[in-house]
């Protein structure tokens, strides 16, 4: 940890370049023979897209996606190579399209609509514009559905003055394995393809690489497993977790049985107990539904959080702690490889994502990369 930035600090979010680079490589590994993508939409899942993406960059990564063209945009500023791929998963707006050319970003087509106007965007400028296709196979979110997709079929001057780089699709339960949706989607997007003679195809995400060879095709997009999520529901993470998040105690005290603690007083405690009081809430994305299920841990005690989580602290009962070691300005630990996002998101209820990106901004953060730890 960083001294000055973390007598400052309520708590301290450590983000592991090291570990997001190796996932990185272990995707690619597991993917060989495609091209693997990195996903940064989001802030790069709320880790920070502006230090995650040129840390993948230097690891060798070439394309990232992201959702928004806002995003893209900022991405742009930040890559080192102008020459690096922005695929930007939203499409453009209408209006939006010239704001694409302006930042070198490829726009993902989900409609017809987006490759009209991509196209009356190439003619203007009198060239070829570079695109990604997108075609629906089972997710109903976006992308060419089966009419669009055959009336392009049929009209393939449709494509004239695009540069299509590939033809996309998206998994809808990748992370279950047996579900036999995978196989239905393989087949759909195997179909469009074939219409396609010679095109790149991309169908992956984190699951998705993990389904086999036939669902890697040219290019993969792993988002969540670069960040520490597992891929594949109910076995081993192979992923490195990525952050560590440390709360600092502002208080302790010391209650009777019988007391009750927090708003709406919705735990009392059952013997003589000793708790402190940490400076994270809800505020920073630690999520209201952890009340009285999250656990935080001190040098590898478990600590149950106790009472309502507040939006700017949670209350964690430290009685098997021995007396005297948690005291006011030590730290906690509310995430960390033992305790990760997806055992924190089974307690919440959600998933490994949405603790991720739902991290708040009044951390301190410090990355480390390469045997360096630097404040943000
Ligand atoms: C978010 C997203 C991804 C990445 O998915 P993960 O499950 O995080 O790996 C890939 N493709 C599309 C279209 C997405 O929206």
Redesign the pocket.
């Known amino acids: 940890m960083i001294d000055s930035n973390v007598t400052k600090a309520g708590a301290v979010l450590t983000i592991d370049l090291n570990a997001l680079c190796d996932n990185w490589r272990l995707l690619r590994r597991q993917a060989e023979g495609a091209e693997c993508a990195a ?1 940064v ?1 989001a802030d790069a ?1 709320g880790l920070g897209a502006d230090r995650v993406a040129p840390a993948l960059y230097r690891a060798g990564c070439r394309s990232f ?1 992201v ?1 928004h063209l806002t995003e893209g945009i900022r991405l742009r500023a930040v890559l080192p190579d102008q020459a690096a791929m922005i695929y930007v ?1 939203h499409g453009p707006h209408p209006g939006s399209e010239r704001e694409f050319v302006r930042s070198r970003l490829v726009p993902v087509l989900n409609s017809l609509a987006q490759v009209k106007a991509w196209q009356t965007l190439a003619q203007w400028e009198d060239g070829v514009l570079p695109a990604v296709l997108q075609v629906d196979t089972g997710m109903a979110r ?1 992308g060419l559905g089966e009419d669009e997709f055959a009336s392009l079929i049929a009209h393939p001057a449709l494509l004239d003055g695009l540069a299509l780089q590939f033809v ?1 699709s ?1 998994l809808v339960s ?1 992370e279950a394995q047996d579900d036999p949706i995978n196989r239905r989607q393989l087949a759909r997007f195997q179909a469009a393809l074939a219409q396609l003679p010679g095109m790149r195809g991309s169908l992956a ?3 998705g690489v993990f389904l086999g060879g036939e669902y890697h095709f040219g290019l993969v ?5 670069l960040y520490g ?1 597992a891929p594949v529901a109910g076995q081993a993470n192979p992923m490195r977790p990525v952050i560590r998040l440390q709360g600092k105690v502002l208080q302790t005290r010391r209650i009777d049985a019988g007391t009750a603690v927090g708003y709406g007083h919705t735990w009392t405690a059952s013997r003589p107990s000793r708790l402190a009081t940490v400076a994270v809430g809800y505020a920073d994305g630690y999520l209201r539904s952890l009340s009285n299920r999250g656990l935080a841990s001190y040098e590898g005690t478990p600590l149950p959080l106790v009472g309502n989580i507040s939006m700017d602290t949670i209350i964690v009962d430290v009685t098997d702690v021995p007396e005297g070691r948690i005291v006011e300005g030590a730290f906690v630990d509310l995430a960390d490889p033992i305790n990760g996002v997806d055992a924190i998101a089974e307690r919440a209820g959600t998933i490994g ?1 949405e603790i991720l990106t739902s991290l708040g901004r009044r951390y301190a953060r410090n990355y480390i990369e390469g045997g360096r730890i630097q404040p943000d």
């Open positions: 996903v939409k899942y996606f959702a998963l976006l996309m998206h990748a995400n984190s699951s997009r792993p988002g969540a497993a999520v994502y």
